[in-house]
Nanobody, 124 residues
Framework: IQLQAYGGGLVQAGGSLRLSCVAS????????MGWFRQAPGKGRDFVAA????????YYTDSVKGRFTISRDDAQNTVYLQMNSLKPEDTAVYYC??????????????????WGHGTQVTVSS
């Protein structure tokens, strides 16, 4: 499966962006889908994930109430709606797919496939 993320850009603090991750060469419904981000000079961190089938979602604490992950399996697309953006949300955002069983959403090494990142910059 190949993943391509779209939708990054420059936005002022308090603004919104919606990232999209389109899958090809596979069926999205077979995977747990996650979003991660990497700020300049820092490691890659978990942001959000959506479980297969039930679509149960999970978020890192810093984005709860502001970000929403959703998936449209028919369109082979997963979204990350980001509201009330803060300068500390500035990062390259990556989508990823976990083909394994179970649901351990924040464990980066569980994810088998990664898209190229999309840059999100939030100005103060």
């Amino acid at each position: 499966i190949q993943l391509q993320a779209y939708g990054g850009g420059l936005v002022q603090a308090g603004g919104s962006l919606r990232l999209s991750c389109v899958a090809s060469g596979g069926t999205l419904s077979s995977y747990v889908m996650g979003w991660f981000r990497q700020a300049p000079g820092k490691g890659r961190d978990f942001v959000a994930a959506a479980r297969r089938n039930s679509g149960t979602t999970y978020y890192t604490d810093s984005v709860k109430g502001r970000f929403t992950i959703s998936r449209d399996d028919a369109q082979n697309t997963v979204y990350l709606q980001m509201n009330s953006l803060k300068p500390e949300d500035t990062a390259v955002y990556y989508c990823a797919a976990d083909a394994g069983t179970g649901f351990i959403p924040s464990m980066m090494n569980r994810y088998d496939y990664w898209g190229h990142g999309t840059q999100v910059t939030v100005s103060s």
